[in-house]
């Protein structure tokens, strides 16, 4: 192994524990040196790959939202039907959501304290991401006004995604049998592009 390969593994292995502990005990609890023990390196490394906690942090996150990105792509392959690409997107996005259930939760409930990383993601999702969706909702229903896709977006996101965040919660406070993805996706599906 190449000294180069080491210190990607080694880099690697700071920001797959940090995303880890991050999930277990939330970012204020978290502190270089615990990072550092976790990662079975020390302090020294840990700010020689990354300079501050803040920024080991927005890096971790960067990892975690760009597998988000990576699902947006999907609406790219015009060689499925919009239907299809919208239902892929959907299903490889909750994949995401339900690998990292923790941490989404407390990255959204950060609020006004964004890490760099969430501005990114913000940016990409004002700039490309809403606009692919919004363009594969206009293939399916071939509606064209901007608002009406943007809601049309929302109630997709909460029918799909919030479930999915509050999936523990249901389960351990109502017991209730939570549906597969899949099947809650054909429901909606079903129910919201019935004319075609």
Do not use: W
């Not at 996150?61 to 990105?69: N, T, V, Y």
């Not at 959204?108 to 999702?125: C, D, K, V």
């Not at 692919?132 to 996101?157: A, G, H, R, V």
């Amino acid at each position: 192994m190449t000294a180069s390969e080491k210190q990607n593994m080694t880099r690697e292995k700071i920001l797959n524990t940090t995303l880890e502990l991050i999930k277990k005990e939330g970012f204020e609890a978290i502190t270089i040196r615990k990072i550092a023990n976790h990662s079975e390196t020390n302090i020294a490394l840990v700010n020689y790959y990354f300079g501050s906690k803040d920024k080991l942090i927005s890096e971790a996150i960067h990892s975690l939202l760009s597998g988000f990105q990576v699902s947006f792509a999907i609406l790219d392959n015009t060689t499925m039907s919009h239907k299809a690409r919208l239902k892929q997107f959907l299903t490889d996005y909750v994949g995401v959501i339900s690998q990292n259930r923790e941490l989404v939760c407390k990255i959204i409930t950060l609020g006004s304290t964004p890490f760099a990383s969430q501005n990114e993601y913000g940016q990409f999702l004002r700039l490309t991401g809403f606009e692919k969706i919004s363009s594969t909702l206009s293939e399916i229903t071939l509606e064209t006004n901007p608002d009406i896709l943007k809601m049309m977006m929302m109630q997709i996101f909460g029918a799909i995604f919030l479930p999915e965040l509050m999936k523990p919660l249901i389960l351990s406070g109502t017991g209730m049998h939570i549906s597969t993805i899949d099947q809650q996706i054909d429901l909606l599906f079903e129910r919201y592009f019935v004319q075609e």
